[in-house]
């Protein structure tokens, strides 16, 4: 039985979602799993803009021979060729022979890198700008490389100005029935979970993301038909579009502390409750506390990108950093953090090196600036050692309220 849903009168949603998958790309948690959007277009021609992941792959065929009405397919446009979105490609061929795939050079080069197809014939190349009519409907396409994948483009029609964004403004969560944002309270329901598909999967790439945005920038957009989440409508593209550009230019959305730390008896964590609380007493209203071992990496990534400062706390282990946080840092590394106020407290018995191990990670991104000198712990803080975290505490409040004006424009 399908279960599709207009987007418009010629327009039809044939995805899905999966709310058995534990681990997106088996690594991020799915507290209510994912959707994968697919689309038809029914015109002249007829257009199917990418599949979905292999996980659903019933529901999806299902889904598009109820939207194809017994028509034959024409057009399978690949936007990206994650095996998320494009597990389908060669049963599609297989249903629809005469169907060609449309993408550019790095989309076939990637198809026959995951799926070893005979491609002979079966290809429409596209190039920044092409343009393919399907009768009243238009499709331009736009590179957008590395808003997740080299490979990745934009689809913008151009008659009903509906952007088929790839994974851009994607989230996760699965298909609650509102398939429009605007059908629900988008930022309640999606924003923090939107945030964390951005920031763990493309946040690595915001420069790319910013030259993605800027090339769209002139064009109307009516819709943004995402691989993932609703479909974005209303206020709520401007809404995205401002986030986006805030996350991919490494801006905090607003001024707070997040403070992650790792504990193995209490101790480090103990100094981090105090600093907390003295930056409480200091008028810092938006703290996030969270212990690494904890809260999985990926959610505490999503709220460093969120805030303006940072504390880290980590016992030493093995003359290395407690793994959680090592986790942790590197990550922030990898998806290019940048821009933050931190402060950093580290612990050990014998020889603590957990300090100088942070203050390095942070020392090789860009404008991660240290505001106050690490606190080195000995197991345990002493009562001498309150002066120096009330003055790290003072450091951070003044820092905040320093860039409340500058962030909140
Ligand atoms: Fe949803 Fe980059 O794949």
């Not at 690490?374 to 320093?402: G, H, N």
Request: overall charge negative; proline content about 4%.
């Amino acid at each position: 039985m399908d279960c599709l849903q207009q987007i418009t009168s010629d327009i039809v949603w044939v995805g899905g979602s999966d709310r058995r998958l534990a681990l997106f790309e088996n690594m991020f948690p799915l507290e209510n799993g994912v959707t994968y959007n697919a689309f038809v277009i029914l015109d002249d021609k007829t257009a199917l803009v990418d599949t979905v992941d292999s996980a659903i792959r019933q529901e999806f065929f299902e889904n598009l021979r109820a939207a194809l009405k017994g028509r034959a397919l024409d057009y399978l446009v690949i936007n990206h060729m994650e095996p998320d979105h494009c597990a389908h490609i060669e049963d599609i061929c297989r249903m629809w022979p005469e169907v060609k795939i449309v993408g550019n050079p790095k989309t076939f080069q990637m198809i026959r890198q995951f799926y070893r197809m005979d491609l002979e014939g079966r290809t429409l190349e596209v190039r920044e700008g092409s343009k393919l009519p399907l009768g009243r409907h238009s499709l331009r396409f736009y590179m957008a490389p590395m808003v997740h994948w080299p490979e990745v483009m934009f689809t913008y029609e151009e008659t009903e100005r509906i952007l088929f964004s790839a994974d851009a403004f994607g989230t996760f969560g699965g298909y609650t029935g509102n398939l429009f944002s605007d059908q629900a309270d988008y930022q309640r329901l999606y924003l923090d979970e939107a945030r964390r598909y951005y920031t763990n999967i493309v946040g690595k790439y915001g420069q790319q993301v910013l030259a993605a945005l800027d090339k769209l920038s002139g064009q109307p957009v009516s819709l943004i038909c995402p691989l993932h989440g609703p479909v974005l409508r209303g206020g709520d593209i401007a809404f995205l579009m401002e986030k986006y550009r805030r996350w991919a230019s490494y801006r905090p959305e607003k001024p707070g502390v997040v403070l992650a730390y790792a504990s193995m008896y209490g101790n480090t964590q103990t100094a981090v409750h105090r600093l907390a609380g003295l930056l409480s007493q200091m008028g810092v209203r938006d703290l996030q506390m969270f212990d690494v071992s904890k809260t999985q990496y990926s959610y505490i990534i999503a709220r460093a990108f969120e805030y303006s400062h940072l504390v880290l706390a980590s016992p030493t282990y093995n003359m290395h950093l407690y793994q959680g946080m090592e986790t942790l840092v590197s990550d922030m590394a990898n998806l290019n953090l940048q821009n933050r106020g931190v402060a950093v407290i580290g612990n050990g018995s014998w020889a603590p090196v957990a300090h100088t191990l942070l203050k390095e990670k942070l020392d090789g991104m860009k404008q991660m600036n240290l505001i106050a000198p690490p606190l080195v712990i000995r197991s345990a803080m002493t009562p001498e050692q309150d002066a120096e975290l009330e003055a790290m505490a003072e450091k951070l409040a003044e820092s905040v309220k320093e860039q409340t004006e500058g962030i909140i424009e």
